[in-house]
């Protein structure tokens, strides 16, 4: 069974530092790595797809990378703000299989 | 519509009554899915739809739960007798594809269920 790991739980940056959060799965044998956010009280927001044959995915401050062999991806926040503050949701999607396994997330406060 | 519609957002239920959640996906979306999330954890797979056709239900923790999708568009998550652990947020999400293939997961703003 694919477990998903993301470290730290919970980060507190103050607003303009840089986020890196980090993803871990035991399965290497992935079709795809989705990001999500998540606001308190809501659903899940996609935020970037990284295909199993891509290294890395960008869409204006957020890059994500991503290394298959070693079962890693990381998302990067530029120039934070407080806006950013939410849960981010990792999840991966397995070579044979459609549904989505999550990791429980890192929760992020930019603070003003 | 626009993007997946969940109704309703919130629900509390007095112990053993049963409750009905719906799902309106991305119309065209062919894949359908149910997941559970509780407090502070990710969500966990609970049902997947092709169209109408209920393929997969191995992540439905007992069989008070039963979901549907008779017309391959709206969906239903129904759960009878409800309990106090099967308070959770319940998400519903959809994907253009199928299998392997167009798979991004577009997500609705889920039904928050507190059983009392």
């Known amino acids: 069974k694919q477990e998903v790991t993301q470290i730290p739980a919970a980060l507190s940056v103050p607003e303009g530092e840089n986020l890196v959060l980090n993803c871990s799965f035991t399965d290497s044998a992935i079709y795809n790595l989705q990001w999500f956010r998540q606001d308190p009280g809501k659903g899940l927001t996609s935020l970037l797809l990284?295909?199993?044959?891509?290294r890395e995915q960008t869409s204006g401050r957020l890059n994500a990378s991503l290394d298959k062999s070693s079962g890693r991806s990381t998302l990067y926040i530029a120039a934070s703000q407080p806006g950013d503050s939410a849960t981010y949701l990792c999840?991966?999607?397995?070579?044979?299989?459609?549904?989505?396994?999550f990791g429980a997330g890192t929760t992020v406060t930019v603070r003003a | 519509g626009a993007g997946v519609s969940q109704s309703p957002r919130y629900k509390v239920a007095k112990r053993g009554q049963d409750v009905a959640l719906r799902c309106d996906p991305i119309?065209?979306?062919?894949?359908l899915f149910w997941y559970q999330q509780a407090l502070g954890q990710g969500p966990e797979f609970l049902t997947y739809?092709?169209?109408?056709?209920?393929?997969?239900k191995s992540g439905l923790p007992s069989d008070r739960f039963f979901a549907e999708r008779p017309e391959g568009s709206v969906s239903t998550l129904k759960i009878q007798r409800t309990q106090q652990e099967d308070s959770a947020v319940y998400l519903c999400?959809?994907?253009f594809g199928t299998g392997t293939v167009n798979t991004e997961a577009f997500f609705g703003q889920g039904t928050r269920l507190t059983v009392v």
């Open positions: 119309s065209g979306h062919v894949s």
């Open positions: 739809f092709q169209n109408e056709a209920q393929l997969d």
């Open positions: 999400a959809s994907s």
């Open positions: 999840a991966v999607i397995g070579s044979n299989d459609y549904k989505l396994s």
């Open positions: 990284i295909q199993s044959s891509q």
